[in-house]
């Protein structure tokens, strides 16, 4: 890669023009205090109150602020924590599927709330909401002269469905602090009655997730995501703040006092690069934990006679950095954020299942064996859940021994993932490596077979015997000795089935009609006389089982290893053709169809096509 050497007189003319702030949107963000705590909290109400750490392996995850009281902190050995506090409740957190379903639970409540449908998660206890139409449709209800006696519209259509609040006054906190007497000069700026609005809205669904569900929380509410997540953090736990954006100066005063690390966007090794270069250090930390900040500040950056968008390109350019980068930091640094809320889905954009080993690495073929297995039967129970729904018009086709059997699947994933990370061999001099590398192929079909006999279990150790050992003996050749710290098992590029969306509240499936599977079951009966069926056995003697062809490699050197940009997506050429009910491959030859991406019987595509045609 071409570079361009950071030396006086070589750097062309530098712009240093603040990037513009758009206050068109509004944005609350949502923190669940202390939420792996809470989940066993609510399950066994005499734990609050207890200093409580959740472990995984031999490291304490988290803990709630009764621990951090008495001086645990997150990321502490088990020994350690327990000398610092003797009474510590440990429990263990290596079993996610509690916390999940406890995420989810308050994501649809938030979900509920939403008119636009921009609702993003991140991770399992944050939330973004984009309000932008809630409060501009109650801004216009608004009655400047009865403020105290206002009422805050949750629905379009029933004007009774909503809450009273006093609109002469914040919800909340608020930076920068605001006296009484002046909330009457911001609410005569309408992004400031915007603001106050918002702050009412973030209120009241605080109050939900805690009266109904039992779970407190922070919030913040500003223009962007950035913003807002940086206001949530200021006044933690069981808060909220309100940034107001009415005057740009107020906004870069307040993200000017951030740490680089502190501010949404700003990864760890970006932050190293420009730390480096402020600092004129030379910084080789691998590991994040060993990053020290230096107090290097937003502003302190932003202000730098040199420092420009221009310039942090400069500064950001490394084999496999993201182009632009030095626009979207420099944008960061002033407070300016452009990214969208994701709209919601009920089909998330893969499935992740995946262990560490730090303590003690894998190193024995048995060893691998064993935990591949382990990750791929939890993955598989993961997608029997999150990713079926129970099926009406199974009837008697469902066996009772079987719960999978009542199922179908809302969506499927094409892809299968396997991504390992080692550590450096013993007696080795070289330093800790904290990427991960990957390689992929399609998803053999019989992980999608609901109606056999087998359950999660065989399943997995049939995955683990035809497909993750040749991905693992392809991405780690060596026969033993690989000092494994992380295997983790993923499946993505995610394909919806017609009318699972709508049956889910998603708003329309991948065609926007019926569920064509329960038509397909009943098709070869009615059609057998009809029908004339090719005897010859299905596919050649070179054909992969499984329908694993085309494996895929791909080395993942830093970054959001679970971004799915960075997989791409495998198009129906590449991929062998996955059928979701087991009697469809009795139909013959089967193609893709365009519209939907189901794999259809190449004597009914016609038939087929008129079905979209004609809807509903």
């Not at 937003?298 to 202000?303: E, L, P, Y």
């Not at 179908?408 to 590398?437: C, D, I, M, Q, V």
Request: with cysteine; aromatic share 6%.
């Amino acid at each position: 890669m071409k570079t361009t050497p950071l030396r006086p007189g070589l750097a062309k003319p530098i712009a240093r023009r603040a990037p513009r702030m758009n206050d068109d949107r509004i944005i609350l963000h949502f923190d669940y205090d202390c939420f792996y705590a809470s989940v066993f909290e609510n399950a066994n109400p005499t734990l609050k109150g207890l200093p409580l750490g959740v472990k995984q392996k031999s490291i304490l995850a988290t803990c709630n602020y009764a621990a951090r009281a008495r001086g645990v902190k997150k990321l502490m050995l088990i020994s350690e924590a327990q000398k610092v506090c003797p009474d510590l409740v440990i429990l263990n957190g290596e079993d996610l599927t509690p916390f999940r379903d406890a995420s989810k639970k308050l994501w649809s409540m938030l979900r509920s709330h939403s008119w636009n449908g921009r609702v993003e998660r991140l991770g399992l206890d944050e939330v973004f909401l984009d309000v932008t139409d809630v409060i501009a449709y109650n801004a216009e209800l608004l009655n400047l002269n009865a403020l105290q006696d206002s009422f805050f519209q949750l629905s379009q259509h029933d004007p009774e469905k909503g809450f009273s609040f006093d609109g002469s006054r914040f919800s909340g906190c608020v930076m920068p602090p605001l006296d009484p007497q002046d909330v009457s000069v911001i609410l005569e700026n309408l992004l400031g009655t915007r603001l106050m609005l918002a702050s009412h809205l973030g209120g009241y669904l605080r109050r939900k997730l805690e009266e109904d569900f039992g779970y407190t929380s922070s919030g913040g509410i500003s223009t962007n995501k950035v913003l807002a997540k940086l206001a949530g953090s200021v006044n933690k736990p069981k808060n909220q703040t309100t940034l107001l954006s009415t005057r740009e100066e107020d906004v870069q005063v307040f993200v000017d006092g951030h740490k680089l690390r502190q501010i949404p966007g700003i990864g760890f090794r970006t932050a190293q690069l420009i730390q480096d270069h402020v600092l004129g250090t030379n910084t080789t930390a691998a590991n994040p934990h060993d990053y020290d900040d230096q107090e290097v500040t937003a502003g302190r950056v932003r202000r730098r006679a040199s420092m420009s968008a221009d310039q942090l390109d400069r500064i950001l350019d490394r084999p496999g950095a993201e182009r632009g980068s030095g626009d979207r930091v420099w944008g960061l640094l002033h407070g300016v954020d452009a990214a969208e809320v994701k709209r919601a889905s009920d089909v998330p954009a893969q499935i992740s299942v995946e262990d560490t080993y730090m303590a003690r690495p894998l190193n024995a073929p048995a060893e691998i064996t064993r935990e591949l297995h382990s990750l791929a039967a939890s993955l598989v129970r993961r997608m029997r859940v999150d990713l079926t729904v129970v099926d009406d018009d199974i009837e008697d086709a469902a066996d009772p021994k079987n719960p999978a059997s009542q199922k179908r699947w809302a969506a499927y994933p094409r892809t299968l993932r396997l991504s390992t990370r080692a550590r450096p061999k013993p007696g080795s001099a070289a330093a800790e490596n904290f990427s991960r590398s990957s390689r992929s192929q399609p998803l053999p079909s019989f992980v999608l077979n609901l109606r056999g006999e087998e359950g999660a279990e065989a399943v997995a150790a049939r995955l683990v015997a035809e497909a993750l050992l040749p991905l693992f003996r392809r991405l780690n050749p060596e026969r033993h000795g690989w000092n494994l710290a992380l295997i983790n098992v993923c499946v993505t590029n995610m394909v919806a089935v017609a009318g699972a969306d709508a049956e889910a509240g998603g708003g329309g499936g991948a065609s926007g009609g019926r569920n064509i599977a329960s038509m397909f079951r009943s098709q070869e009966g009615k059609l057998r006389e009809w029908t004339v069926y090719d005897t010859s056995p299905a596919g050649g003697a070179d054909s992969p089982p499984g329908g694993a062809v085309g494996a895929r490699e791909e080395q993942n050197t830093g970054g959001d290893y679970d971004d799915d940009e960075a997989m791409g997506e495998l198009s129906a050429s590449e991929t062998s053709a996955v059928s979701l009910d087991s009697d469809v491959d009795d139909l013959g030859e089967q193609e893709i169809c365009p519209e939907c991406g189901h794999s259809i019987p190449t004597f009914a595509l016609l038939a087929h096509g008129r079905f979209h045609a004609a809807g509903d």
